[in-house]
């Protein structure tokens, strides 16, 4: 399963996660560069147990380089498909979660869960010498926050049915139960021994990006985050947006809502609905918003309701929701 999108939207711009990303790119741009001495850049960069349990290993190391790599680990990747299905996963998932948190507590809720998967992997694999590597345990943090938050949204996914690629929308607590089961089914699986993923940091990032979840919302506001979504509020809503349409049995009309920021409900916009139809088909209807419109107002699409026996066509209506 290859998650594309979700269906919720971010009303800030995840100013935090984007660095993230764009953090994560040039670093690997930098490991690209060393050429022969990468092994050994990721050795002293990486997290590697034994360093920590060994004492002539940990002879070599100063405090620093120790403390250092539980932190740089996190953003270093093994090759391109590694750090291209990390950074995916993040910019799916993590903008929700910063939309929630504000930037600055979803900067250090990062960090903490990079940071305790780190020690998750350590403790199981006490004494390998294999640098453990990625986001993977940071941003499993982030996906067992998006899991309390959002557990209705839904992750519009791939499934790769031979040559044919597969569109379906799962609902976000199916997605992301399933892929926590499977890290935990391999985590268990793996007997502790050494391999080429660390299992258990996933595991560890989700349960403790959970617990920190709930931990940051306990602690009191400042202000600060207020202040900052002040600065980071979206203009625009998402260009494409999925409505799922209501109607009576005898009514040719289809109902639904299109969601438009204030900016735009000012301005005027354009956008791209995309309609679930019968079984697998869909379609996207271009909706224009005129400027001046106000919440509630309803626009009429003629022609895009449902078919009747008479061969004739409803009208689509969609309510204007500003938010």
């Given amino acids: 399963m290859i998650p594309i999108r979700d269906t919720t939207p971010s009303r800030n711009v995840p100013v935090v996660n984007t660095a993230l990303i764009g953090i994560n790119v040039l670093v690997f741009m930098y490991e690209l560069a060393l050429g022969p001495d990468l092994d050994r850049a990721l050795y002293i960069y990486g997290l590697v147990p034994a360093r920590y349990t060994v004492d002539h290993l940990a002879a070599y190391f100063s405090f620093g380089q120790q403390a250092f790599s539980f932190l740089s680990f996190m953003f270093l990747h093994g090759g391109f498909l590694h750090l291209l299905g990390n950074m995916w996963s993040l910019y799916i998932f993590g903008d929700n979660v910063e939309d929630h948190l504000g930037p600055l507590r979803y900067l250090v809720f990062y960090l903490l869960c990079g940071l305790t998967s780190g020690f998750s992997h ?3 694999n ?3 010498n294999v640098p453990t590597i990625g986001a993977s345990g940071a941003i499993a943090g982030v996906m067992g926050a998006y899991f309390l938050l959002y557990p209705n949204a839904r992750i519009l996914t791939l499934i790769p049915i031979f040559i044919f690629p597969w569109f379906v929308e799962i609902p976000a607590y199916f997605f992301l139960g399933l892929w926590f089961v499977l890290q935990l089914l391999n985590a268990a699986g793996s007997h502790g021994a050494i391999s080429g993923v660390a ?4 595991v560890g990032g989700f349960v403790f990006g959970m617990v920190f979840l709930k931990v940051f ?3 009191p506001s400042t202000g ?7 600065v980071t509020a979206r203009r625009r809503t ?4 999925i ?4 109607a009576a049995e005898a009514d040719p009309n289809l ?3 299109i969601i438009i920021s204030p900016y735009e409900a000012l301005v005027g916009t354009r956008k791209l609905v995309n309609v679930p139809g019968s079984g697998l088909q869909r379609r996207v209807i271009r909706v224009n918003v005129p400027p001046g419109v106000s919440g509630g107002q309803v626009l009429r699409l003629k022609g895009m309701g449902k078919t009747m026996p008479d061969g004739g066509r409803g009208d689509l209506l969609l309510k204007v929701i500003v938010q």
């Fill in 122 to 124: 350590l403790l199981v």
């Fill in 126 to 128: 006490p004494h390998s």
């Fill in 199 to 202: 299992w258990w940091a996933h």
């Fill in 217 to 219: 919302t306990l602690l």
């Fill in 224 to 230: 600060m985050t207020d202040r900052m979504r002040k």
């Fill in 238 to 241: 998402h260009r494409l947006q």
């Fill in 243 to 246: 409505i799922r349409p209501t």
């Fill in 255 to 257: 109902y639904g809502t």
